[in-house]
């Protein structure tokens, strides 16, 4: 989308081709619920575990899909934008970040982390 919401040509042709998923990727009233801030490295990883039994991610779920407190800086600002959390929210996690650096929101998520759990 340009800044005055029109579609460039590569927006029509998404839309044109895939109408629920264009629908979903600009709706401006599509939040994510988000119930995870952890400020210990340890409680990180006992909270992921549990988390790890819902299929749908939230910003911590992204944010431990991160190399670097750049990339995570770059997603909070990313999901902000997009209002999938709150403004306050956003500096929270940025704080988190911050104050106890990446790996207090637990371990990095690689490639095919919920294909082995068997989820999805």
């Known amino acids: ?3 005055d ?10 839309r044109r081709r895939f109408p629920h998923l264009y629908r979903e990727l600009t709706a401006k009233t ?4 988000i119930r ?3 400020s210990s490295i340890e409680r990180a990883e006992e909270e992921a575990s549990l988390d790890d039994r819902n299929p749908l991610p939230d910003a ?4 431990r899909r991160c190399s670097s407190v750049e990339e ?19 500096e929270t996690l940025k704080q988190q970040l911050r104050e106890h650096g990446l790996a207090s929101f637990g371990s990095k998520k ?9 989820i999805g």
């Open 72 to 90: 995570a800086d770059e997603v909070i600002a990313f999901l902000e934008r997009r209002d999938e959390i709150s403004k306050d929210y956003a």
């Open 60 to 63: 911590v779920d992204y944010i």
């Open 1 to 3: 989308m340009r800044s």
């Open 30 to 33: 599509q939040s994510i619920a």
């Open 36 to 38: 995870s801030c952890r």
């Open 5 to 14: 919401d029109t579609p460039s040509e590569e927006g029509r042709e998404l």
């Open 110 to 118: 690689e490639w095919g982390h919920y294909s082995r759990r068997g």
